[in-house]
């Protein structure tokens, strides 16, 4: 069996790190909030008040849940007056969001439930 990049000449410890940031970047993205602010700011530029709207979240809510994300670098800022702009900054997140998303909404759209935390955690059980 052939070996990814990825753990090439790096230790147990290396790969242990290496997950660790896996785990912590997916739970940034677990949370539907981040994941409709994502949505909304995908095809550009949007300011905090248009991402509420959007949202459909609580002002407070919506601002948390952009902080983190700019902290993570996902989303950049741009301020204009009072006015904060926010957009994409890391692309590679937005195309792996879209690649999942996608994948969800033709199961959904195919009459396939999509995969409970129940079954993948049987899943994972089973391996």
Do not use: W
Not at 15 to 25: K, Q, R
Not at 31 to 49: D, Q, W
Not at 100 to 109: D, E, G, H, K, L
């Amino acid at each position: 069996m052939t070996q990814h990049i990825v753990d090439q000449n790096l230790n147990k410890e290396q790969m242990g790190e290496i997950f660790e940031e896996v785990a912590n970047y997916f739970s940034l993205l677990c949370e539907p909030t981040r994941l409709k602010i994502l949505y909304a700011v995908c095809n550009g530029e949007r300011s905090v008040g248009e991402i509420v709207t959007e949202v459909e979240s609580t002002q407070a809510n919506v601002s948390r849940q952009i902080n983190m994300l700019y902290r993570a670098r996902i989303l950049a800022r741009r301020k204009e007056g009072t006015q904060v702009y926010y957009r994409i900054e890391d692309q590679k997140t937005i195309a792996m969001c879209k690649t999942v998303c996608s994948q969800i909404a033709t199961r959904i759209a195919g009459n396939q439930l999509p995969v409970s935390r129940e079954a993948a955690v049987d899943v994972k059980a089973n391996h």
